[in-house]
């Protein structure tokens, strides 16, 4: 801990630099306590003015309030800035650089974008701001529509209420074909870190009034959401009668989605749509849940409870930014949410079957191998990915793309990043199409699991406050791994922070076992976890024994959580 002195003098010079009143007189607020000797108050400036928030490949992501390590409009100028003359050095004066901004719901989204219109203008740069809180997408699209050296997306996506981030696009003139659009990867990342000053003065900022442009909102001509929705409408078929007979529950779970991806679906002719009205509008509170994520344990409650109420036969879940797709059925009479794993093999094989020759079929390391064999069984080529979809839109030729945490690419050449709202329309489509022939996604799953296989898939996350905890159980797998799991001996241990010819270095562990089973151990990327990804493989001989290889395969599943649990010590 640095010395009281120390954090007061810092404290003090951040809280004269502040613009945002809020957080000025929050932070006031604890320095007079901190001064009055208040060991709380000194721990919690210690821990705010412990070092700077790392921007990487992720942006910036932390929670809301005063001091260098957290989500405030210093850093966010600080960052702007960095960014700025990072596109400034790439345009070298042969062109103007061209940036889009986009925010969410959340606290203060709307003033971390409008400062870095303000500093970005500043700088000389075109400015598109988006005229109102809209799903990430949206702006993911407007990258590539506008052709912009970068997009801005101020969101914290399904983090709780108290967070904020700062998520980069590179596009235009900055970026090649296949990343044109895409979140920013290393060194790019590297490259805008060294240019951040953490310590540059607040007043010494450019910073305009006015001047950049707002893109036009509801009910203007061009309205930006509308001509999104345009956009991402042919991926489905034009025709689709049998889309008024789908019943859908769709929820935005209190983000940006909730009209965005209503108006998709009733313009490609679903009528019988019911929004989860409690989390219908957004709310940055999030008060109906937990945590604002579709995969969370009773996230999407009140979702299943509609559901029952009217009749439906699919549910649409979106995180609050909307980037993500989570999907419930009714399967042998009782409402369950589908694996991430699992729609994404329902839009692959889909895709597999209808994408142009050549396009390729891509899922990050930690997602099931199924969509492999799919791909396989379509005479299509495969590649597996780090986590991310900053490296999964980066596939040569990419024709569909999903990761397990409910992250699909159905249209690449729109958006190159997760999109739950078109995945959401196609996932609709093809749950109208089966009803319509007399069929079901359960049945399709069944007929997924008789031909290749039944994939088995779940989780092990494990939550820390101490983030130092989660280093010292990656080093325990590293050095001192499980020798069985599941009854079968470890047959290979691969440490992917050494990288290799097909994957960049990462922070993961994968083990391998004699039986086929398989898991991958890593920390979140968004949240303070070390996550844990399981995945059994049954293979099913004739129809008649799938549910029996079902029962196999969970029995199997558990029996590896079981040990994995004990081995890292989980309660």
Known sequence: MKETKQLLAQAVNWAEQDPDAATQEELGALIVRAQDGDEVAIAELDD???????????GLRAE??????????IVVLRTARGIARFLTAEANGKYQPRV??????????????????AVFHAAGFEVLLMPAALPTPVLAWAVRRFEAEAGIMVTASHNPPKDNGYKVYVGGRVAQDTGRGAQIVSPIDAMISVLIDPDENIGAIPRSISGWSVLPGA?????????????????????????????????????????TMKQALLDAGFSDVHMVSEQEDPDPDFPTVKFPNPEEPGAIDLSLTLARAVGADLVIANDPDADRCGAAI?????????????????????????????????????????????????GREHEETLTGFKWISRVENLGFGYEEALGYCVAPELVRDKDG???????????ASLKAQGSSITERLDELAIKHGVHLTDQLSLRFTDLSK??????????????HLGGSAISELTDLAKGSERLPATDAVV??????DRVIIRPSGTEPKLKCYLETIEPVNEPSELANSRRIANEQIVWIKEQLSEYLNAE
């Open 48 to 58: 705010r003015f412990s070092g700077v928030l790392e921007f990487g490949t992720a």
């Open 64 to 73: 809301l309030g005063a001091g260098p390590m957290r989500m405030n409009r």
């Open 100 to 117: 889009v901004i986009g925010y969410d719901a959340r606290y203060n989204s709307d003033v971390f974008a409008r400062d870095s219109a």
């Open 219 to 259: 009910g203007e001509e061009g309205d930006i959401e509308a001509e999104y929705l345009a956009a991402i409408h042919p991926v489905i078929d034009e025709q689709g009668a049998e889309r008024e007979q789908l019943r859908l529950v769709v929820t935005a779970m209190h983000g940006v989605g909730g009209h």
């Open 330 to 378: 009714k399967d042998n009479g009782e409402w369950r949410m589908l694996r991430g794993d699992e729609v994404g093999w329902l839009l692959g094989d889909h895709l597999a079957r209808t994408l142009p020759e050549g396009r390729v079929l891509a899922n990050s390391i930690v997602s099931s191998r199924m969509l492999a064999s799919i791909a396989k069984d379509a």
């Open 421 to 431: 709202i078109s995945a959401g329309l196609m996932l609709a489509d093809l749950a």
């Open 470 to 483: 989660i280093a010292v159980l990656m080093d325990k797998v590293r050095t001192d791994p499980p020798v």
């Open 511 to 516: 083990l391998h076992t004699f039986s086929g």
